[in-house]
């Protein structure tokens, strides 16, 4: 079955830097756009960044572009999610997603930028 598994969240100062991970199982990783979304408390799930099968195009949010970084790694089954000069308002869980026919989510990691 389809399985995705989030990683590399925690608590980091403004300013400072956190690598996520998602390594996925269960349907044929290289042939899927995949997409970084996060939840802040009391706010809707919002896109953060996308990527395409192959990498060869992203996409980002306003909120995150110039900071934040997505790739994959199609050998290793995993996408990455580099999130530089973070703000408290990156503050929420992150989730990575992938669409086949169905929506499907990992559990999601927490993130929290705070001083």
């Known amino acids: 079955q389809v399985q995705l598994v989030e990683s590399g969240g925690g608590l980091v100062q403004p300013g400072g830097s956190l690598r996520l991970s998602c390594a996925a199982s269960g349907f044929t990783f290289s042939s899927y756009t995949m997409s970084w979304y996060r939840q802040a408390p009391g706010k809707e799930r919002d896109l953060v960044a996308r990527i395409t099968s192959t990498g060869g195009v992203t996409s980002y949010a306003d909120s995150v572009k110039g900071r934040f970084t997505i790739s994959r790694d199609n050998a290793k089954n995993t996408v990455y999610l580099q999130m530089n000069s973070l703000k408290p308002e990156d503050t929420a869980v992150y989730y990575c997603?992938?669409?086949?026919?169905?929506?499907?989510w990992g559990q999601g990691t927490q993130v929290t930028v705070s001083s």
């Open positions: 997603r992938v669409a086949l026919g169905s929506n499907y």
